[in-house]
């Protein structure tokens, strides 16, 4: 896939536009790779018409859309009067919390862990149960999850595939999962907007349709903005498993949770209807990116150590045996002119961790590692 460096600059995205030019940006999860055409010519086609009213058309489509989208993909459908749209993941993820805690309830997350889930988690004066993973494969570890649960623990975060470790639960780990949550009767809100994005032929499993413990009790939360590029959309769709949560959410006005803009639901639904070639390409263009960046950090002795996602676009780096330990990012950014994302935002034991956006061209990413390299020693 073609990377224009003078496009990415000229970006008003965050990504590109956060930090001075002789920076380069591999933090926030946005691809550097130019949008489907598909996606394009979507809203190209509004411009053209100056369709700008009141356009329902793509946002009545969502729904169905991603129930299509989730069959031919994961091999399960989600039934489409038990789905609800949202303008973002971590909208439907605060407001079924919400739904389902009150001020001083325990909700728990396996960190580390996508920083805004603890902010939303303490913002909702809920308690966060920190459920720490460990390396180096990050696996589901049943015996902690258990302790660290307390009787006012209502909800769990759950996040699969995972950001920032790339990790994607087997069936044995989901198994174990949804024994622990149906004993202590939790709800589960599981943020699978990384589905579309694995490696090495291993499958994501959506906890939904692979555990029947988890059916009463599961909500889950899709979007294309990760697959497809697509955070500015704001579309989200969210498959409500539990009646209970579906009548709750039905009581709310209309508008209270907002409603899809027209153009983020035409590129939405143009994603998940025909950029199905484009998204393989990505897919083939990071998998590259991955086994390079693996390969570079497990033969140059520089200390940093890294397992190998499964999934996303995201390498999660251990600087603990290196010269930046204390704070890496910060020093990477000064000394090495390259921005990663701060372990210790992702959970406080993650302070000498930082994370890695390798969906860029291989160019600018042997550039990173270059930089990487001539500051980071053992
Ligand atoms: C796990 C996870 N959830 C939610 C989000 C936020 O996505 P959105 O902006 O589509 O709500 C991200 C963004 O990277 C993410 O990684």
């Not at 496009?7 to 550097?32: E, Q, T």
């Not at 729904?63 to 039934?79: A, F, L, N, V």
């Not at 599961?218 to 989200?236: M, P, Q």
Request: glycine residues 6%.
């Amino acid at each position: 896939m073609d990377v224009d460096q003078q496009r990415l600059r000229s970006l008003k995205g965050l990504k590109w536009s956060k930090y001075d030019p002789d920076i380069l940006p591999a933090w926030v999860a946005d691809m550097d790779f130019p949008p489907a055409p598909e996606v394009v010519s979507a809203i190209q086609e509004m411009v053209d018409l100056g369709d700008f009213g009141y356009r329902f058309h793509d946002a009545d489509l969502l729904i169905p859309t991603w129930c299509d989208w989730i069959e031919r993909s994961h091999g399960w459908r989600p039934q489409e009067d038990e789905c609800r749209t949202f303008t973002s993941s971590m909208q439907a993820l605060e407001a079924v919390m919400v739904l389902h805690s009150q001020p001083g309830d325990g909700v728990a997350l396996f960190s580390p862990i996508y920083m805004p889930f603890r902010t939303a988690i303490e913002q909702a004066e809920r308690r966060v149960i920190d459920i720490q993973l460990q390396g180096p494969d990050w696996k589901f570890d049943g015996e902690r999850f258990t302790d660290a649960l307390d009787p006012g623990t209502r909800v769990v975060l759950f996040c699969q595939p995972h950001n920032p470790t790339g990790h994607v639960y087997t069936q044995k780990e989901i198994d174990e999962f949804a024994a622990i949550v149906e004993d202590r009767d939790l709800i589960v809100i599981s943020d699978e907007i990384w589905a579309d994005i694995t490696f090495d032929g291993i499958r994501h499993l959506s906890l939904f349709p692979n555990n029947r413990a988890l059916r009463d009790r599961t909500i889950t939360v899709g979007s294309a903005s990760k697959a497809f590029n697509l955070a500015g959309a704001r579309c989200c769709v969210a498959h409500v498993g539990p009646t209970a949560t579906r009548v709750e959410l039905d009581k709310f006005p209309d508008h209270y949770f907002g409603v899809n803009s027209s153009f983020g639901a035409a590129a939405t639904v143009a994603a998940w209807t025909r950029a199905e070639s484009w998204l393989q390409q990505v897919k083939e263009t990071i998998e590259r990116n991955r086994n390079y960046l693996h390969d570079r950090i497990s033969k140059e002795t520089s200390g940093i150590e890294m397992h190998l996602p499964e999934a996303t676009y995201l390498a999660w780096l251990d600087f603990s045996k290196t010269n930046l330990s204390d704070n890496p990012s910060k020093e990477l950014l000064e000394k090495a002119k390259v921005a990663l994302e701060p372990g210790k935002k992702y959970g406080t034991q993650c302070g000498t961790f930082a994370r890695l956006n390798f969906a860029t061209s291989m160019e600018i990413l042997e550039l990173i590692l270059d930089r990487i390299f001539e500051v980071v020693t053992e």
